[in-house]
């Protein structure tokens, strides 16, 4: 979907010694090669809509305007790569996470379009998540939530929780061959902040890309208004890019989570 | 809606010297006057369906199960004064916080509903969150989603942005008398992770109260099949009593970001 | 060798239920039951040398003159009992704390007199403490300088090692039974920030109590020059007072690296 | 009194933006050009004496033993990188930093020697630091106990102040032209963990380098007796390559306060 050739180099710069972790930090460099500070010329002086080029100049009185700078959404690919170390380790625990498209507008012609992403952390341990404000589903919250284009976050039944009865929407535990489970997942494998075992299923709602290819109104940095004409490679939606982002983010989130869980009991 | 009687007194420790706070931390105490443990006496030894009575048990091999002990809404009534206090500070900025029902189930026999709540932060400045990992509304959804039953959160137009083309959702800029605004505001008031001085509109979604007086199939701390008929005095909907809590928590997240900011600039 | 009477009554507000902790925060209140504000009627206008009432109504234009507010060293009773907790912990694992007055000055007309605390943990783990600015000994000297009147800290030999050579100060290693051990302990137990399984020795100075009873030249809130005669109840030393204090800091600390130590590997 | 040539290059990564800061996080890396792993390799198996070897192996149950990985001094360049910037503004504002070498051992043959190091932050403004567990003077102990080889802490008389009485010890105010300042600065410019406007005076004590080039009694890693005669480029001292360092490690606590202290007040 993307027309953007990106081949991104990961160099490790500490961390590892003779192929495996030390414990100390592990640092890596990837260069953006793919920057043109010419393409981003012609929206030196213009506020794009919906992007962060006004907030960014507001709060900072300087404003990276080469590559989207800080907003980009290039800042997110070092989490992939710190989501990929968290993965494994989890897979090493047998715990999976993965990620759909279960939303998605139709391509449609210089324009750009939303996405629903569906996330799911399956054979996560009971007991993840701290009250009362690191609740498991909040903290993952906030993760999903730091992605650029990021709107909406639910978990389990979600918004449609708050059409349902209470009758409809408890999870009856059950005994299954001695285990105690939820009959239902409603809850999406969390209930009051903490994991239960069940699956983790939560939902994060993506806006269209900004950058659509049609002529828009807006102002330039003085004020005046000004049309404006996107050029240069963009995205139409996303999905599915964003996809191994969500994983990463989940990753990080449940490892950390791992992590704290041993400091439970002395 | 609520046929409890919960007159709750809070008393001052600290923080406040001559009618002023000095700086101190501001420490103040509520007693849970209100508790019975008598009527958790049916509830201590079974798992309430979609409560955190399990995952607590499981976390912490112990479980206050009076007055359903730390896993309680009524945890956040610190909160609330908290938020009491920071809004104080807000109006005196000229920011003003609101918050409405905007959705809710019809009242049921012995049976509860959800609601969506939505919540206005009015005439914020420019310039509060901090990316990457702080930004405005993914701190928001943190502080909404560690609200007792919240399953969902947005920010503008939420998971509708997801159905939505680029050239509907974004938000042109204008020149409103020599300030610069958005035409539309799709975005919440939020972009890029940063208030961009539009009203910061958002929707959290409840579940229904898990406490049901119908008679639900669940299991003992044993794993042993058992029917549980709650008694005792609950509600049928956290709306409208959740209201003062949404206030709160955004008061408190905004004025926390008012602060940073200040460090934004040397 | 103080002459005030202060019987304190800890008050527990949460996270105990039925004689256990439950994982939640525990919560306490001690009330300062002995506060007279007329003792303290003649230093309201004053600002007593070396004591922080002078920084403080600079820092935050208003000052809680009654008791010493947050500047004194009352406040530090909270951490005894959360120490007290900590022990029973580090007790359990056979970790003991110890802490001796090693220097203190003679008992003096009017005056105060400054003293040498000596603390020692005993049966630590190997491995406590964190790379690279969360090494054992820099986040005890933190919590040691945060008690009130303590002007100087030192781990091992402390400032007797600027005094000597290399192959004085090292510590060998031995094989001891087994058990690798250092023969020496110059180091004090930390090496490299981490502990080694040596006894952790660590001194804290303390200067005189600011509070004399002999006249003192000073300035009052308006800056004019006053003669000030401290009246009231006031210690000659803090120590032997401070040794509970010295041992609480040094449990949380060390109780504080066991569970961070927890995480260390996955 | 170095024998090493270490060229060091600071490359930016992020955070300037047209030879201004962003106000992006700014991003360095200085490759370590001049490690030869083949200086390390008799040390490969043997735990150096006071060195950090044995507590990372047993920590982490591996070891980066070239170069000293996470322990070596020279991952403190950073610090000094990073206290330059910070200084740069601190210097816009008045503020000033120095250090000297108070006391040092004599050159010895193949030996090594202490030494204690002067701090000087002059300027800092009145207010700097946070009761009661962020007092200016508890996180400057925390920062200088970070550096490599420091083993103790003293602001203002520091262990002096332990032999001193109240009346001598204590700092009378006095106005000076207008200005509530004190007559004297035993009290190292922090009273009751704030800053009061007179310069703040601390020392550093180091121990000898561990690294000596005289033969020493150790065990390897097998816990196997050896004699270890450490070949390689190594220092005699800390001192004065230590003196950016502390410098560096004043300037960042100092303006971390400035920013705090931006919060103060509403």
């Known amino acids: 979907m993307s027309t953007r050739k990106e081949p991104d180099e990961v160099e490790y710069l500490s961390g590892l010694f003779e192929g495996k972790t030390t414990g100390a930090p592990i640092a890596f460099l990837i260069r953006n090669k793919d920057a043109k500070t010419s393409d981003y010329e012609n929206i030196k002086n213009v506020f794009r809509p919906s992007h962060a080029d006004f907030t960014y100049q507001e709060k900072y009185g300087i404003r990276d305007y080469a590559g989207g700078g800080r907003g980009s959404a290039r800042t997110l690919l070092p989490c992939v790569v710190a989501g990929a170390i968290a993965k494994q380790i989890l897979t090493s625990q047998g715990i999976e996470i993965q990620s759909n498209v279960i939303q998605m507008g139709e391509e449609?012609?210089?324009?750009?379009?939303?996405?629903?992403?569906?996330?799911?952390?399956?054979?996560?341990?009971?007991?993840?998540?701290?009250?009362?404000?690191?609740?498991?589903?909040?903290?993952?919250?906030?993760a999903m939530m730091s992605i650029n284009a990021a709107k909406g976050f639910e978990i389990g039944e979600g918004f449609s929780a708050a059409r349902m009865r209470g009758s409809e929407c408890n999870d009856e535990f059950i005994n299954d061959c001695g285990r105690i489970r939820t009959k239902t997942n409603h809850s999406g494998g969390v209930q009051g902040g903490i994991t239960n075992g069940e699956d983790i299923v939560f939902n994060v709602a993506f806006k269209p890309i900004p950058s659509i290819m049609l002529p828009q109104q807006t102002v330039d940095i003085h004020g005046n208004p000004t049309t404006l004409e996107i050029q240069g490679r963009h995205d139409i939606c996303v999905a599915p890019r964003v996809l191994p982002i969500v994983e990463a983010m989940a990753a990080m989130v449940t490892l950390d989570f791992i992590l704290l869980k041993k400091c439970n009991k002395i």
């Open 108 to 142: 449609r012609e210089k324009d750009t379009v939303g996405a629903v992403v569906q996330g799911i952390i399956k054979n996560a341990p009971v007991g993840l998540g701290e009250p009362a404000f690191m609740k498991f589903h909040a903290v993952l919250a906030h």
